[in-house]
């Protein structure tokens, strides 16, 4: 009985520091792909601000564009009508 129990002893102490250490090489393991993880965020991260940052000018340059574009037209519209306004009245007075 004495010897069963030790020995019972002996087992759960060995089995205890089995999972002791199975929980430290798993808490490296998720330390270390926890890192990797964040490396790799802040290196994509930097790769996508650029590219965002192109995208925002090329599409504040297509706007500025499209905006003078029909600036012009409406100015020129304008000008159309005021010239045609004024042969109206020339020819009416």
């Not at 965020?41 to 564009?65: D, P």
Request: net charge positive; with cysteine.
């Amino acid at each position: 009985m004495i010897f069963q129990d030790l020995q019972d002893f002996v087992t759960k102490e060995v089995r205890k520091k089995k999972r002791v250490k199975a929980a430290q090489k798993l808490a490296v393991g998720i330390c270390v792909v926890a890192t990797l993880g964040v490396a790799a965020g802040i290196i994509y991260a930097l790769k996508l601000e650029k590219e965002t940052r192109k995208n925002i000018k090329s599409k504040a340059v297509n706007t500025v564009e499209t905006i003078n574009d029909i600036v012009q037209k409406d100015a020129d519209m304008v000008k159309d009508f005021s010239d045609d306004s004024a042969k109206v009245v020339s020819n009416v007075i």
